[in-house]
C-alpha cells in the first residue's frame, strides 16, 4: 500500500521568511515524489517532482529515502506563494501510474 | 496553452438518479484519469484508462461508476444511482508518455 502523509493542515509565515512544508511517504519500492500547487480558484499544477531535481519559483524539495521523506523548502517566502500544497507519490508498479495524495497543506504567507 | 476542461462547473442531483461527468482532456494525451476530493479530505484516485480500457481502478470505482471514450476527444464518468457520499469535487486528469498530469479544473457534485 501507498500512503502520504502531510502533517500541517495549515501553515503560516511572514513574507520573507523560510518555510518548510513536509511531507512523509510510505511506500514499499521505488516511488516517485511530486508536489502540487492549487492556487485559489484555480486547478492543480505540478510544481516540481523529485527526479527532476530542479527548482521551480524556488521552492526545491529532495527526497530523503532513509526519512521516506520529500519535504518542499522555500527559502524566502512571497505572498503569491500563498496556495494549497499537495504531496503526491506515483509507485513504479502500477501500471496506471495512479498518484496518491497526502491531506494538503495550505500555505499562508502574510505581508 | 492546453488544457483540461471539464462540465459542468456543478452540478446538483437528487439521490439514485445518474450523472455523468465530462471532461475533454488535451488533445494529443494517452493517459486518462479521475479523482475524487470529498469536502475537507484529500484527493483521491477512482480510475485510471488508456487504450480505450480502464488501466487501474481503486475501490472507491466499483459497479455504480463507469467510464468511457465515446469519442475522440471526450472522456466521461458515469454514476449509475448517486449517493449522498458521492458528493465531491471531481477532477479529471491527462497526461502523455512523461510523468506530468494535467488537471482539469474540477466539477462539484452535490446530491441531495
Known amino acids: 500500500a501507498q500512503r502520504v502523509t502531510q502533517p500541517e493542515k495549515l501553515l503560516s509565515v511572514f513574507k520573507g521568511a523560510p518555510v518548510e512544508l513536509k511531507c512523509n511517504y510510505s511506500y514499499s519500492g521505488s516511488p516517485e515524489l511530486f508536489w502540487y500547487v492549487q492556487y485559489s480558484r484555480q486547478r492543480l499544477q505540478l510544481l516540481l517532482r523529485h527526479i527532476s531535481r530542479e527548482s521551480i519559483k524556488g521552492f526545491t524539495a529532495d527526497l530523503n529515502k532513509g526519512e521516506t521523506s520529500f519535504h518542499l523548502k522555500k527559502p524566502f517566502a512571497q505572498e503569491e506563494d500563498s496556495a494549497m500544497y499537495y504531496c503526491?507519490?506515483?509507485?513504479?508498479?502500477?501500471?496506471?501510474?495512479?498518484?496518491?495524495f497526502g491531506e494538503g497543506t495550505q500555505l499562508t504567507v502574510n505581508p | 496553452e492546453p488544457e483540461v476542461t471539464q462540465t459542468p462547473s456543478h452540478q446538483v442531483t437528487q439521490m439514485g438518479q445518474e450523472v455523468i461527468l465530462r471532461c475533454v482532456p488535451i488533445s494529443n494525451h494517452l493517459y486518462f484519469y479521475w479523482y475524487r476530493q470529498i469536502l475537507g479530505q484529500k484527493v483521491e484516485f477512482l480510475v485510471s484508462?488508456?487504450?480505450?480500457?480502464?488501466?487501474?481502478k481503486s475501490e472507491i470505482f466499483d459497479d455504480q461508476f463507469s467510464v468511457e471514450r465515446p469519442d475522440g476527444s471526450n472522456f466521461t464518468l458515469k454514476i449509475r444511482s448517486t449517493k449522498l457520499e458521492d458528493s465531491a469535487m471531481y477532477f479529471c486528469?491527462?497526461?502523455?508518455?512523461?510523468?506530468?498530469?494535467?488537471f482539469g479544473p474540477g466539477t462539484r457534485l452535490t446530491v441531495t
Open positions: 484508462f488508456y487504450n480505450n480500457e480502464i488501466s487501474e
Open positions: 486528469a491527462s497526461r502523455t508518455d512523461n510523468y506530468e498530469q494535467y
Open positions: 503526491a507519490l506515483k509507485g513504479a508498479e502500477t501500471s496506471g501510474s495512479r498518484l496518491t
